[in-house]
């Protein structure tokens, strides 16, 4: 019985805990592991965005195809018209105007604008071959160009820029 006290004195007195060492070596583990979760997860997100970016200029681009392709239209809309939530639910109303809406937009307005921005989508119609904008006159709008900014590059560009194909 002596020797199982003695053993059991020993035992206790080596067992005192974690040295300052080994502290420091798992709180680094953990540090570098949050680090490494948090810059995948934005990473992820960033992608999701651009992701977004992408399907909703190519859906924009569908519309404003089929819009021009109505035997009424011929035409491209103004960009004023294509900001004016009663025109689109009368005209296009198939085009959903949340799309309009870049994902990182900090007011989550539904406005196109006229140059490119990090946080909102430009569409530029004009008259035929560029040569001045058609937004006093919107049957003259004969081409557009939509354009979106990345976050970062995809596929080793700063943004998407699709024109009108008609």
């Not at 519309?63 to 296009?92: F, I």
């Not at 937009?105 to 006229?114: H, I, M």
């Not at 004009?126 to 919107?138: A, K, L, M, P, V």
Request: glycine share 4%; with cysteine; hydrophobic share 30%.
């Amino acid at each position: 019985m002596k020797s199982l006290n003695t053993l059991h004195k020993r035992l206790s007195q080596d067992e005192q805990g974690f040295t300052i060492f080994e502290l420091i070596i798992v709180i680094a583990v953990l540090v570098v592991l949050i680090i490494l979760v948090v810059m995948t997860y934005g990473g992820i997100q960033q992608k999701n965005r651009n992701l977004t970016r992408q399907n909703n200029l190519e859906t924009i681009h569908q519309q404003l195809e089929e819009y021009y392709n109505n035997p009424k239209n011929g035409h491209y809309p103004s960009r004023t018209d294509m900001n004016n939530p009663s025109w689109l639910a009368k005209n296009m109303p198939h085009l959903n105007p949340q799309l309009l809406i870049d994902p990182s937009s900090r007011t989550q307005s539904e406005k196109l604008v006229a140059t490119p921005q990090a946080d909102a989508y430009a569409y530029e119609p004009t008259q035929i071959n560029g040569i001045s904008s058609c937004e006093s006159n919107d049957t003259t709008c004969a081409e557009y160009t939509l354009v979106t900014t990345y976050e970062g590059t995809v596929n080793g560009k700063k943004q998407l820029i699709i024109h009108s194909t008609n």
